[in-house]
């Protein structure tokens, strides 16, 4: 026989769970980790000609200073990224291609920000290269003059 007791138990689980449901739905999905790779792996990359796209995703004052990019990078603002998506070059990219992003910031925030940008979007092979631009220049990775304008 259910006493009253059992059944404020039994409600109080049920709205107990969906609390704990609703809470998961409204958590963000983001992934976890994004993967780094470090500028001697990646210049060891472009050296075999490996098919890759490298997003330059340096501040506007970081890119305007500078007069190169790593030889062959698609910049893009990271705060645009995402719609950027929807437009050449970037629409035409295949989800399994693999994708590096740098940055020059201390710890790689903006390249990591394009990554999980990337990852949501179905993207399955996203990097972001550790030490950025300076452990670029480091290695004496290929460069090429940056667009005008």
């Given at each position: 026989m259910i006493t009253r007791?059992?059944?404020?138990?039994i409600l109080l689980t049920l709205l107990s769970l969906v609390t704990i449901v609703q809470a998961q739905n409204l958590a963000p999905k983001t992934p976890a980790n994004v993967d780094l790779i470090s500028a001697a792996e990646l210049k060891a990359k472009v050296d075999r000609n490996e098919t890759?796209?490298?997003?330059?995703?340096r501040s506007s004052e970081s890119y305007a200073n500078s007069d190169r990019?790593?030889?062959?990078?698609?910049?893009?603002?990271?705060r645009r990224l995402e719609h950027r998506l929807n437009f050449p070059p970037l629409?035409?990219?295949p989800r399994d291609r693999e994708i590096i992003t740098y940055c020059a910031c201390p710890s790689e925030e903006a390249s990591i920000a394009a990554a999980r940008i990337l990852l949501e979007n179905g993207f399955k092979r996203v990097k972001a290269l550790k030490g950025g631009w300076q452990d670029w220049l480091k290695v004496n990775g290929p460069v090429e003059a940056r667009p005008k304008g």
């Open positions: 007791w059992n059944c404020m138990m890759l796209v490298i997003l330059d995703v990019r790593i030889k062959g990078a698609i910049y893009v603002k990271v629409k035409d990219v």
